[in-house]
T-cell receptor, first 114, second 113 residues
């Protein structure tokens, strides 16, 4: 089965500084990978997705992620954090090739300090 | 275009009861998936429906069931509720493969007392 590991349960950065949320995946095939964000008491919102096209994926709100097959990583970055970025972030892999079944990481809580 | 809607948003039940949750997908989406979110287990896949058929299933007991109607709306049912069923239940819809990014609803918060 496929799996994802989010290496940090909590990340805290100052407003205006870069954000790095780390994710490693395990997959027996070429995976589809996603990052979702969940604000308090809200549903999940898709930030970006990788589906075997360009390895550098740009998403919404200035986020981007790079797929590195050799490192089995899909880290999420943003050059400059904003207060509104404070939320829970989930790295996600499709469980079965081509299937509508997602496997979520445990999440990383991002805190932004003023 | 309206997003995924879930009703009710909050629900309180007691052990042993059953509950039905409803999900209306985005117009044109034919795949509906359900997930359970708890602090201990995180987000876990329950099942996925497409064209009124269950296409994928997660590792949950048979007390958890679902169905999909011809208009793609979906319901999930949990019978004989247990305290551990307290969770946020999220519904997601998508077009069929390969464009399968899933769009999530706000969830139904179920509390079992």
């Amino acid at each position: 089965a496929q799996s994802v590991t989010q290496l940090d349960s909590h990340v805290s950065v100052s407003e205006g500084t870069p954000v790095l949320l780390r994710c490693n995946y395990s997959s027996s095939y070429s995976p589809s990978l996603f990052w979702y964000v969940q604000h308090p008491n809200k549903g999940l919102q898709l930030l970006l997705k990788y589906t075997s096209a360009a390895t550098l994926v740009k998403g919404i709100n200035g986020f981007e992620a790079e797929f590195k097959k050799s490192e089995t990583s899909f880290h999420l970055t943003k050059p400059s954090a904003h207060m509104s970025d404070a939320a829970e972030y989930f790295c996600v892999v499709s469980d079965v090739e081509g299937a509508q079944k997602l496997v979520f990481g445990q999440g990383t809580r991002l805190t932004i300090n003023p | 275009k309206a997003g995924v809607t879930q009703t009710p948003r909050y629900l309180i039940k007691t052990r042993g009861q059953q509950v039905t949750l409803s999900c209306s997908p985005i117009s044109g989406h034919r795949s509906v998936s359900w997930y359970q979110q708890t602090p201990g287990q995180g987000l876990q896949f329950l099942f996925e429906y497409f064209s009124e058929t269950q296409r994928n299933k997660g590792n949950f007991p048979g007390r958890f069931s679902g169905r999909q109607f011809s208009n793609s709306r979906s319901e999930m049912n949990v019978s004989t509720l247990e305290l551990g069923d307290s969770a946020l239940y999220l519904c997601a819809s998508s077009y069929d493969l390969p464009h399968f990014e899933q769009f999530f609803g706000p969830g139904t918060r179920l509390t079992v007392l």
